[in-house]
């Protein structure tokens, strides 16, 4: 079992930036992990995802405005999210992959409003 917590979510206003953190149990090495988010009355949608070569890739919606990263030793992924804009407000969570199966954090909320 791996448990993820995530925080950094909040209110920002339209064209600024927050850092999310995803703190998992146990050690993210050699594990891949991605970020998803999901608005009311719509689908869950992929942000942006690192394998465990540290290769990473993003949804055509956020690239060049997100950044995935990981802190191994601090067993932590975050999202980097800049230029934010009102239509990225929605419930932003982690997701984790090992061989055991997948595993998915509570959510944070991200509310981009003047």
């Known amino acids: 079992q791996v448990q993820l917590a995530e925080s950094g979510g909040g209110l920002v206003q339209p064209g600024g930036s927050l850092r999310l953190s995803c703190a998992a149990s146990?050690?993210?090495?050699?594990?891949?992990a991605a970020w998803y988010r999901q608005a009311p009355g719509k689908e869950r949608e992929f942000l942006a995802r690192?394998?465990?070569?540290?290769?990473?890739d993003y949804a055509d919606s956020v690239k060049g405005r997100f950044t995935i990263s990981r802190a191994s030793a601090k067993n932590t992924v975050y999202l980097q999210m800049n230029s934010l804009k009102p239509e990225d407000t929605a419930v932003y969570c982690c997701?984790?992959?090992?061989?055991?199966?997948?595993?998915w954090g509570q959510g944070t909320q991200v509310t981009v409003s003047s």
């Open positions: 146990r050690s993210i090495v050699s594990k891949l």
């Open positions: 997701y984790l992959r090992n061989w055991m199966g997948d595993y």
């Open positions: 690192i394998i465990p070569s540290g290769a990473t």
